[in-house]
């Protein structure tokens, strides 16, 4: 089994910055694939960001159109641990936040992953 637990949500304003972080524990390894959705209130889960480690220090991420150039998905494998930074948010960002993993291959797909976090709320004010 694998755990995650979300941390470093909370209430921003417009254009500042959060950093999420997602501890790994129990059978996770660095092979595993690892992303983030979220789900804001009354929509359906959506993926933000994957990642995926193909070597040493080579890493294969892929983010939502909506976030892209604005978030960074990083790992810490070493320390199992994943992180979210999230600059200039907006109004929009505001959603829990999920962080999961996989074994095997690369998705973005939030059927695929089989392993998920409670969530942290992200909320960004006007």
């Known amino acids: 089994q694998v755990q995650l637990v979300e941390s470093g949500g909370g209430l921003v304003q417009a254009g500042g910055s959060l950093r999420l972080s997602c501890a790994a524990s129990?059978?996770?390894?660095?092979?595993?694939?690892v992303g983030w959705f979220r789900q804001a209130p009354g929509k359906e889960r959506e993926f933000v960001a994957a990642?995926?480690?193909?070597?040493?220090?080579?890493?294969?991420?892929q983010y939502s159109d909506s976030v892209k150039g604005r978030f960074t998905i990083s790992r810490d494998n070493a320390q199992k641990m994943v992180y979210l930074q999230m600059n200039n948010l907006k109004p929009e960002d505001t959603a829990v936040y999920y962080c999961a993993s996989k074994m095997g291959s690369y998705s973005t797909r939030e059927s695929d992953f089989s392993f998920w976090g409670q969530g942290t709320q992200v909320t960004v004010s006007s």
């Open positions: 129990g059978r996770f390894w660095s092979s595993f694939a």
């Open positions: 990642i995926l480690t193909l070597g040493w220090s080579n890493d294969l991420t």
